[in-house]
């Protein structure tokens, strides 16, 4: 509880300051890759992420998305004959997460080596909570090695806790473009629980994305 209102409180803040400072916007979607540390997986992450550009070398924002990892376990095998017998196939569970992190972001940008090096190098780091979904199923089926009947399950957790994020990138603008491409890696730290149950989710992150400036809030 005490760390949930940490954020909350945190989040009331940016919020509370957004209309003192009039600052130009922008918009950022991305689209990429995880990794995560207990499930030993890379999976789909999905991002947008809302800017205030203090000015051209700061900028503080909030961003959220979906992180999906799917994976099978091997838990039996079946035969597929009469009475069991051969052919024999491998029977397998399958594991699914659902998380959606939310930050608040700080980010510094260096728009002066633009007209050297062609690209604008930036810096983020984040700070937030996460949430997080577990799903878990397997089929009805009778293992052929140890003769043993197994019925359909299906299970759900809930995951929550704390998260930081850091990440560096480069963004491109064509010329008379208003869209700036980029591409930004860095690393996610995920810790999250259920009761006394922690699953590590933190790992690389890899992404691609496009920005887009919204102009000054009315």
Known sequence: MKRTLVVVTLLTLIFAAMPVLAAERDIQGKLG????????KFGLDLNFQ??????????????SGLYWIR?????????????GTAPYVDVKADS?????????????????LKDYIFVTPYATIGFGYSFMLL????PDFTDSNT???YDKERKYKFFSGLSWQ???????????????FFAEAGYRSAKLKSGDLELDMSGLLIRIG?????????
Do not use: C, H
């Open 33 to 40: 890759t995880g990794y995560s540390s207990d499930p030993d």
């Open 50 to 63: 809302y800017n205030w550009v203090l000015d051209p070398y700061f900028a503080i924002g909030l961003d």
């Open 71 to 83: 994976w099978e376990r091997k838990i039996g095998t079946e035969g597929l004959g009469v009475g």
């Open 96 to 112: 699914n997460v659902y998380m959606l992190p939310v930050f608040a972001d700080a980010q510094v940008r260096l728009p002066v």
């Open 135 to 138: 799903t878990y199923s397997q």
């Open 147 to 149: 003769g043993a009947s």
């Open 166 to 180: 850091l990440l560096g990138g480069a963004g491109y603008q064509f010329k008379n473009s208003k869209v700036e």
């Open 210 to 218: 496009a920005k887009y400036p919204l102009g000054t809030k009315s």
